[in-house]
């Protein structure tokens, strides 16, 4: 199964900031979803985006995806210390029950 | 009701153990999963129960057992674990599995650590 890759793997900002984090994958997907996860807690579903969208907003958050270059990337606008934790993307491909889950990015936000 | 209840969210169990992970939902989803996650990394799926029949397996050794009761309850029974089995162990579920499979909601997992 394809695997999304999360690029930079960590990042540390000031609060007030925002927070970049890329993913690519290989294969054609079905949609793209992005997920975040505090120390030791299950995970958080924040977005998902389907490969006829472009970009897709929520609340801080702003997910887009090229599906040209097979890559994604999340902002979180004016990031809170509440922000601090793991971000995962994953991706559901056709034909497939299943998502992949890339590597993580581990996000700091300093108050 | 939103939630995905997993219970114990703690276990420590020797190697010639037997125990049970439980995880319960009432949104109606017909598609539930395990994942094992370790440290720093991302989650690893291990089996998928879609319509409360097992559809995947990721070649999870047998000491790992699924059993899916009802559309509800998810169980994942434990037998002669190794010490490398510690993890955290999540489970999630879905309105439904297949090529359109959307939001994913988690419990907040078990933590298991094999002595």
């Known amino acids: 199964s394809q695997q999304g890759e999360e690029d930079p793997q960590a990042l540390s900002i000031q609060e007030g900031e925002n927070a970049t984090m890329n993913c690519s994958y290989k294969?054609?997907?079905?949609?793209l979803q992005w997920y975040r996860q505090n120390s030791g807690r299950g995970l958080v579903h924040l977005i998902l985006i389907r490969s006829n969208e472009r970009e897709k907003h929520s609340g801080r958050l702003r997910v887009t995806l090229d599906t040209s270059k097979k890559s994604s990337s999340l902002l979180i606008t004016a990031s809170r210390a509440a922000d601090t934790a793991s971000y995962f993307c994953a991706t559901g491909t056709y034909g497939n029950n299943r998502l992949a889950f890339g590597k993580g990015n581990q996000v700091v936000v300093i108050p | 009701d939103t939630e995905v209840t997993q219970t114990p969210k703690h276990l420590v169990m020797g190697m010639t153990n037997k125990k049970s992970l439980k995880c319960e939902q009432h949104?109606?989803?017909?598609?539930m999963y395990w994942y094992k996650q370790k440290a720093k990394k991302p989650p690893e799926l291990m089996f998928v129960?879609?319509?409360?029949?097992?559809?995947i397996n990721e070649s999870v050794p047998s000491r790992f057992s699924p059993e899916c009761p009802n559309s509800s309850l998810l169980n994942l029974h434990l037998h002669a674990l190794q010490p490398e089995d510690s993890a955290l162990y999540l489970c999630a579920s879905s309105q439904e599995a297949g090529p359109n499979t959307g939001e994913l909601f988690f419990g907040e997992g078990s933590r298991l650590t094999v002595l």
């Open positions: 949104m109606g989803h017909r598609a």
């Open positions: 129960y879609s319509y409360e029949k097992l559809s």
């Open positions: 294969t054609s997907i079905n949609n």
